[in-house]
């Protein structure tokens, strides 16, 4: 009996021996995945929900998860731009096929918008709000954010500071609205509010940010989409929101570039020949026997192509419930003016858990970066403008580290030719100005579904924003800038420099708000409430250092150690959306704000706004409607406040230590003495109302889409910088509350998919702006005899100004003299027009002529593909901007090249066709120095090629190169038309930019 128990055992062992692999056997889903024109979408993530499976696809489209046991699952599919697509499949004994097909997001307009304080659909919202994400980037060498969207923007204009490595820009939301307030929009970046203040040794603050990081922005134009910010929002928003991770197997992409930057144009100034022609024509026999036998272009001198490379490397990943993104980024720039530099690593990291069955979700992001900077001495531009081309750039001299310089003999303390020009090569080579900069940004942001209440989220952000920035400026004793600066008691002389300084940074955030969302669906209806609480911190630390010469001797004491400016803000907001019908759109806003920065009794403000919209497509007479695929009506109003750019403590009494010019004599010594400084304790918020109307639309079946917008900006208590009267303080001006402007315009844009088929796409959008500017008021009473705030400095004189700020006219209207033309057009010299006949020539006859900001400014860009190829563009245009060339008013005259001082200056080519002699004092002022600025810039061309698959299926390589800064048309006369300020005095060229990128993703 045993021995057949023993044998039934052994059987049955035997039985599940064999049958194992049948039990542990897999299988595989394969498919493809395509889109609205069945077209294949290389990179889209199927991903089989609840677990880290997933793939990708190739170049074809096709994907294929293998080892997948007996069992029924859910896939999802994501791809930039297109709605996220589920299908459940049930794998049984055989292999299975799964395709999809995916619709755009522009289509269905359920794409997903970050706002203020959560997100909208984008079929949702009530106000003026633009979203780019990173498929529609600019392309190729990016140093700073906010170049990726330059030009892509309707009402947002982003003009380079220079051409000068991690420079930055200037970035204007519908023109701004202050005179002496910031004018810089509020950017946020992964919920942390970030300040406008410099942080020393950056090029620029946005210039620690790695762009690849960057995964979209989102702009809030109008009140209606700002209001819910309050009082940083006056000049709009910028969201921007970093890449985060996804569920599936770590994603590995490598990214890297590397680019040659040229000078694109020379200021045109005289040759070597023309300068011998010019001052043996023109000059004494003593200045004829100032030149020299060199033939230098100065400018060739000081320039280089620059070799740079920038590198990133990023993993993508999720562990169960929780995705994660890790990048790391180097950045090696050297700018086309010689010694400049800038080199930047930074590393970001980015989890999302999700716990308590998904009921809290955490989103911690953190960033870091370094950067190195050498500041190239930019000074020597204008002096390569300037200098002599007939001298060599370095003689057999032991003074000057052997660098040519002007020379005055009888000069016993320097040697040195006062007011002369410093050799452009010297001042470049022998100043070291390094800066190292740290700074990190990050935040954790915990929103809790309540168990009770699902429709019920409390969200908490904690958020941070530390920077340090350090640095070096050395100068040589021996160098001609700084040479012999200080005499000490025993009559030896001290020169160069060996300077520091730091400043450290501590911004911190703190928000906490209740979000409650439900759907009505008996009334296919929605409602969503937001109310929350902000503390915002922002603490700057300045440590000033004494001004040392090359070997250490004190040449100034500062007056403070250090200075520690903090402000704090505080907030209470909320709002309320409502959704009626799905056709009927409310949106309700208000934000109480108190700023430190005001007296007690103005130190709170409210900001309300209101917006409504109507889902004309959503009608019965045009549900059906083929033609159209998307039509909304919106109109909004609010108010938004401004604090930024002013004082921390101006409204209050204060005593502060004089300066270095006025100090008080006991003996042979000099002491600074306390002294009141000007004040107002009824300074408060400046506000911005603005109305908004607005049409979006969308014509076959989402093929053509786009949105117009008509707005009107009153801003009133300007903070404007006046002067105050004798007794009030030492301080001769202070800003306050005077004035009012207005700003008005229109906003197009059009995206079209002009063609859409298997093998072949083509895409193109345009946008175009129209903004007038004009002050309103600008003192407390009206007085029609004020002629208003003069600004804009340029060089040339002492204490002149080119701009004025003044009702009835755009602000930064230029001011100049009427210039007089013979008739053949050339310009009088020294001949003005009497605009009030009373026979002299004085500031009575100053004029208001043009502006700097353009009328209309323009972006297009388009993208086509073939196949594997892809080639496309982004080009953008000004109209009716003005450029003040003070680079001509300044060298363009006889005088300027045969100098009164004894010395011989080049000049611009100008100087022979106007004939000007420079000996006017009012010269500088003549509006023949206004140029017509307006321009059509080719922003960029790149040309791109996927390999698709490599390495037997494990990775996907593609190839792109690009050109930037391609061309420009324009009929000013400088080096280039789009100077922000509108005064061209030197300008750092813009490079032009070749690039060759290779990107690796496995």
């Known amino acids: 009996m045993r021995n057949n128990y023993l044998k039934k055992y052994m059987l049955f062992f035997a039985l599940l021996l064999l049958s194992a692999p049948i039990f542990a056997q897999t299988r595989s889903v394969s498919g493809k995945v395509v889109d609205e024109n069945n077209q294949s979408l290389p990179g889209a993530t199927v991903s089989v929900s609840g677990s880290t499976i997933a793939a990708s696809t190739d170049v074809n489209g096709v994907y294929k998860i293998n080892a997948l046991r007996a069992g029924t699952y859910t896939l999802s599919v994501t791809f930039v731009g297109y709605t996220t697509a589920q299908k459940t499949v049930t794998v049984g004994g055989s292999d299975v096929t799964v395709n999809f097909n995916l619709q755009p997001a522009s289509k269905n307009l359920n794409e997903i918008i970050v706002i203020g304080y959560g997100t909208v659909k984008k079929k949702d919202l009530t106000g003026s709000v633009t979203t780019v994400t990173s498929k529609d980037f600019q392309t190729g060498s990016i140093t700073t954010p906010e170049q990726l969207i330059s030009g892509k923007v309707a009402g947002v204009s982003i003009t380079s500071n220079s051409g000068a490595p991690g420079a930055g820009s200037t970035i204007r939301v519908r023109g701004g609205a202050s005179l002496n307030a910031s004018n810089d929009p509020l950017i946020v970046v992964d919920g942390v509010q970030l300040s406008n203040d410099a942080i020393a040794g950056a090029p620029n603050p946005l210039s620690l940010i790695n762009p ?78 100032l030149l020299g036998n060199a033939n230098t272009d100065w400018q060739k001198e000081i320039y280089r192509t620059a070799i740079s490379n920038d590198n990133n490397l990023s993993v993508s990943g999720g562990i169960k419930n929780m995705p994660y993104r890790v990048s790391v980024g180097y950045l090696d720039q050297k700018g086309i003016l010689k010694t400049g530099s800038l080199d930047r690593t930074s590393a970001s990291v980015n989890v999302s858990p999700k716990l308590f069955d998904n009921h809290l979700k955490i989103d911690v992001n953190l960033k870091g970066s370094e950067s190195k900077v050498r500041f190239a001495n930019e000074g020597a531009i204008g002096a390569a403008v300037n200098f002599d081309p007939t001298k060599p750039v370095t003689v057999n001299s032991k003074r000057f580290d052997g660098y040519y310089q002007w020379l005055d003999p009888s ?50 952000n904690f958020g941070y924003d530390i920077s340090k920035g350090t640095g070096t400026i050395m100068v040589s004793d021996s160098a001609a800038a700084g040479y012999r600066r200080l005499k000490d008691a025993n009559n030896v002389y001290h020169g160069g420099t060996n300077n520091q300084y730091k400043t450290t940074v501590q911004n911190t955030t703190f928000e906490a708000y209740l979000n409650y969302a439900k759907d009505i669906k008996s009334l296919n209806s929605r409602v969503d409430a937001v109310a929350g609480y902000a503390y915002y911190d922002y603490a700057t630390t300045n440590t000033n250092f004494p001004d040392y010469t090359y070997d250490n001797v004190v040449y100034s004491k500062p007056n403070y150690p250090f200075d520690k400016p903090q402000h704090r803000l505080l907030s209470y907001y909320g709002r309320l959306n409502l959704t009626i019908d799905d056709k009927y759109l409310l949106t309700g806003t208000v934000r109480r704000d108190g700023s430190s920065r005001f007296a007690a009794a ?158 072949v796409s083509w895409d193109v959008a345009l946008n175009a702006t129209y903004n007038s500017n004009k002050i309103t008021k600008l003192t407390i009473v009206n007085d029609p005899t004020f002629v208003g705030n003069k600004t804009g400095g340029i060089s040339g004189g002492t204490g002149n100004f080119i701009q004025i700020n003044s009702v009835g006219s755009p602000r930064n209207s230029f001011f100049v003299y009427q210039q007089v033309y013979d008739a053949s057009g050339k310009p009088i010299d020294g001949v003005f027009v009497d605009q ?56 363009g005259t006889t005088r300027n090249i045969l100098n009164p001082l004894g010395i011989l200056n080049n000049g611009s080519a100008n100087v022979l066709e106007s004939g000007l002699s420079g000996n006017s004092d009012k010269n500088v002022l003549s509006d023949y120095y206004i140029q017509n600025a307006s321009f059509l810039r080719m922003d960029n061309v790149n040309l791109g090629y996927n390999f698709g698959k490599i390495l037997h299926n494990s990775a996907n390589l593609s190839l792109n190169a690009n050109v930037q800064n391609v061309f420009i048309i324009t009929k000013y006369k400088g080096i280039d038309p789009e100077v922000g300020s509108g005064i061209d005095n030197n300008f750092y060229p813009r490079p032009r930019t070749f690039v060759l990128g290779v990107n690796l993703k496995f």
């Open 212 to 289: 690849n990081d960057i995964e979209s922005f989102t702009v809030l134009k109008d009140a209606s989409a700002t209001a819910i910010y309050g009082s940083r929002a006056s000049n709009g928003v910028i969201i921007i929101t970093t890449k985060r991770g996804q569920t599936g197997k770590p994603q590995f992409d490598l990214n890297t570039q590397a680019s040659a930057a040229t000078l694109p144009k020379e200021a045109s100034v005289l040759s070597a020949d023309q300068f011998r022609a010019f001052v043996n024509a023109n000059g004494t026999p003593a200045l004829i026997a």
């Open 411 to 460: 000069n016993t303390a320097t040697g040195l030719k006062a007011l002369a020009p410093l050799n452009p090569v010297g001042l470049l080579q022998e100043r070291f100005d390094r800066s190292n900069v740290q700074r990190s940004i990050g935040n954790a942001q915990l929103d809790y579904k309540f168990h009770f209440l699902p429709d019920l989220h409390a969200n908490v």
């Open 602 to 759: 103005n130190r709170f403000a409210v900001f309300p706004s209101g917006a409504f919209a109507w889902k004309i497509k959503d009608e019965s007479f045009l549900k059906d409607s083929k033609l159209f695929s998307d039509l909304k009506i919106r109109v909004g109003y609010g108010i938004t406040g401004q604090q930024d750019g002013i004082g921390n403590y101006d409204y209050a009494s204060y005593y502060a230590l004089s300066n270095q010019t006025a100090q008080y004599q006991i003996g042979n010594t000099f002491y600074p003495l306390y002294r009141p400084a000007g004040y107002d304790p009824t300074r408060k918020w400046e506000q911005s109302a603005t109305t908004n109307a607005g049409i979006d639309y969308g014509f076959l079946n989402g093929r053509i889409s786009g949105s117009i917008d008509f707005y009107y900006k009153n801003t009133t208590d300007l903070l404007n910088e006046v002067n105050i009267s004798a007794g009030q303080g030492f301080s001769n001006k202070i800003v306050t509350n005077v004035g009012d402007m207005v700003n008005r315009g229109v906003e197009f844009s059009i995206n079209g998919q002009i063609i859409r088929q298997k093998d």
């Open 836 to 891: 009030n006949k009373d026979g002299i020539i004085n500031e009575q006859d100053l004029y208001k002529y043009k502006s700097p900001d353009p009328k209309v400014f323009l972006g297009m860009s388009s993208n086509f593909s073939y196949k594997q190829w892809n080639i496309g563009f982004t080009m953008r245009a000004n109209l009716g901007n003005y450029a003040y060339n003070n680079v001509f008013s300044n060298t």
